[in-house]
């Protein structure tokens, strides 16, 4: 339980169903946000007010280490080599379906307030709430895991329906609690870019415009942008936006306009390529030419596209590798990020965007 609304819920629901349920808090970071709050406790409180209301008890779990280890020190090893991680990824994997889960009775259910299904042999599927389907963050937990969990949200229609249960239960408090958006160690009113200075040295250095290579401004760390991103250069009347990184030359890349062409790409290469379930592996050895249709995503909010994977063995540490190239071009593909597959609403898998295709 995370002191949300959408946790708070699933429990209220479990328990309705019948189940003895038991809340967990898992104490992942170690320190206080901009204004010396403890973020980490008043979380906490809130889950104890929450399971109070509820008659349920509830207990703490520290996994700050392991969060360090496994989650964080990872996060700025790929920002260090220029990509764009997804640490909430990682935190799913490594802690919550994880370390934590590792510490679930084998007699118990595991469950959680994400917004997906899954089938009783362990496959994964969106959440009926589309908008809200949270498949994206569970792409590299393997069935055994999934086989395990009740995501109580995954057939509930909207985000209304969530915040009225909340009412039915006593949970007032967190239907009109403000959703938290941010990554767990930033905090919600601190800049990315500020705290990521606190662990690695962003060396400013020229930004260019990409179609003639006028520099336009100067850059403050490419560890602190984002491929699409606005690139908060002032130089004439355009906006300028990211869509080059080079970390050999420590030069920020940038074009005129949201829409520009150098934007848009039609394929990407991934690494560490995770099948949740079996059959999905098998599935895709069984297609032709080794070729499979699939819907894929290359960010959380994005809505799905048309492309076909492959795979290809490649000479590097990498080992064997997949290809994705879209029916449409995509708008920001970055390497760092995860591309994730489904067909239909079933979640296939993913891996970490490695190269980015013409």
């Known amino acids: 339980m995370s002191g949300g609304v959408d946790s708070g819920v ?19 970071w170690d320190t206080s946000d901009e204004r010396g709050e403890c973020t980490s406790r008043a979380d ?3 889950v104890q007010r929450t399971c109070r209301q509820l008659e349920i008890p509830c207990r703490q779990i520290d996994f700050v280490k ?21 640490p909430d990824i990682g935190c799913n994997a490594f802690i919550k379906f994880g370390a934590l889960l590792d510490r679930v009775p084998a007699d118990a259910w595991f469950a959680t307030g994400h917004y997906c299904r899954s089938t009783d042999d362990g496959r994964l599927l969106r959440g009926k709430e589309r908008r809200k389907d949270q498949s994206y963050y569970l792409s590299t937990v393997p069935h055994e895991a999934i086989r395990r969990t009740i995501f109580p949200l995954g057939h509930i229609t909207s985000k209304s329906h969530v915040k009225d249960l909340a009412c039915a239960f006593g949970l007032e408090h967190l239907a009109v609690k403000k959703e938290s958006m941010g990554i767990c160690f930033v905090g919600q009113r601190r800049r990315f870019a500020d705290f990521l200075s606190q662990y690695i040295e962003l060396s400013p250095g020229p930004a260019i415009d990409l179609e003639d290579g006028r520099v336009i401004g100067q850059h403050q760390g490419l560890y602190a942008y984002t491929i699409g991103q606005a690139s908060r250069i002032c130089h004439g009347s355009h906006k300028w936006f990211v869509a080059q990184k080079d970390l050999a030359t420590n030069t920020l890349g940038c074009v005129a306009g949201s829409n520009h062409p150098a934007l848009f790409h039609l394929g990407c290469r991934a690494r560490d390529w995770v099948w949740i379930h079996p059959d999905a592996a098998a599935a895709f050895e069984l297609h032709r030419n ?14 799905p596209e048309k492309a076909i994977l492959s795979t290809t063995t490649t ?3 990498h080992g064997r590798s997949y290809t994705l190239r879209f029916k449409n071009p995509i708008r920001a ?26």
């Open 10 to 28: 699933s429990a209220g629901l479990l328990k309705q169903q019948g189940f003895e349920v038991e809340g967990i808090y898992m104490r992942n």
């Open 44 to 46: 906490w409180e809130e």
């Open 66 to 86: 392991e969060y360090w280890t496994d989650v964080f020190e990872r996060t700025l090893e790929d920002y260090g080599r220029g990509l764009t991680p997804n």
């Open 290 to 303: 080794g070729q499979m249709e699939v819907d894929a995503q290359v960010r959380y909010r994005q809505s």
């Open 315 to 317: 000479s590097d540490h």
């Open 333 to 358: 593909i970055a390497r760092g990020q995860q591309v994730v597959v489904w067909n239909q609403d079933w979640c296939l898998g993913g891996g970490v965007i490695e190269d980015v295709l013409l």
